[in-house]
């Protein structure tokens, strides 16, 4: 039980361009998703905390203009990483949770190229 | 803002040899939670242990916590090359639906 998957799993785009990014609770409804960013061989931090239903609560320095989140329904948040450029490029990972869990459930994460 | 700090940040053994990772945090915590890694891959919950215990075991797993020290160890026995990946530990203050503080994570290598 606890499956989070994400959508893509990977994505190349031009600069400029925006990019949507899936994460969906497969079997559970997640009260909670929770979006973070790893660069190479560097931790997760987290960018945002969504709650179904309400406005995306981002952390200090992420700009919440460029990077949209909506959690729309108990098992679908997105993440839109508007007017990509080279350095947005990373590892996007999402996770679930709900007051019933103790802990959080993760993506498979989605690779984000932008050339 | 980081919390943890694991120790070392890399480590190579032999399989079968044991791996032991160390987590260092700030503040008061709920709970403490190991996550595995595997090279380009999303995390792998591995165990939870809360603030009033002080040892946990899961299969291989062993982790440690002292509240005192701020400190949490992960011991995994008789390491497998499958165990390879990264491990980082995560600090939350209550349940599921708060944030975790993450760790800057131990890159664990077990040779065949």
């Known amino acids: 039980g606890a499956v989070v998957s994400q959508h893509p799993s990977w994505v190349i785009c031009k600069s400029g361009t925006s990019v949507k990014i899936e994460c969906r609770s497969l079997d559970f409804q997640a009260t909670t998703m929770f979006w973070y960013r790893q660069f190479p061989k560097q931790s997760l931090m987290l960018m945002a905390t969504?709650?179904?239903?309400?406005?995306?609560?981002?952390e200090q320095g992420v700009e919440k203009d460029k990077f949209l989140i909506n959690h729309a329904s108990l098992t679908l948040s997105t993440l839109t990483v508007t007017s990509a450029h080279p350095e947005d490029s990373s590892f996007y990972i999402c996770s679930a949770s709900s007051d019933r869990f103790e802990t959080q459930y993760f993506g498979p994460g989605t690779r984000l190229l932008v050339l | 803002s980081q919390q943890g700090e694991e120790d070392p940040q890399a480590l190579s053994i032999q399989e079968g040899e044991n791996a032991t990772m160390n987590c260092s945090y700030k503040t008061s915590i709920n709970n403490l939670q190991w996550y595995r890694q595997n090279s380009g891959r999303g995390l792998v919950h591995l165990i939870l242990i809360r603030s009033n215990e002080r040892e946990k075991h899961s299969g291989r797993l062993r982790v440690t916590l002292d509240t005192s020290k701020k400190s949490s160890s992960l011991l995994i026995t008789a390491s497998r090359a499958a165990d390879t990946a990264s491990y980082f530990c995560?600090?939350?203050?209550?349940?599921?639906?708060?944030?975790?503080?993450f760790g800057k994570g131990t890159k664990l290598t077990v040779n065949p």
């Open positions: 995560a600090t939350g203050l209550w349940g599921g639906s708060e944030k975790l503080v």
């Open positions: 969504s709650n179904e239903g309400s406005k995306a609560t981002y």
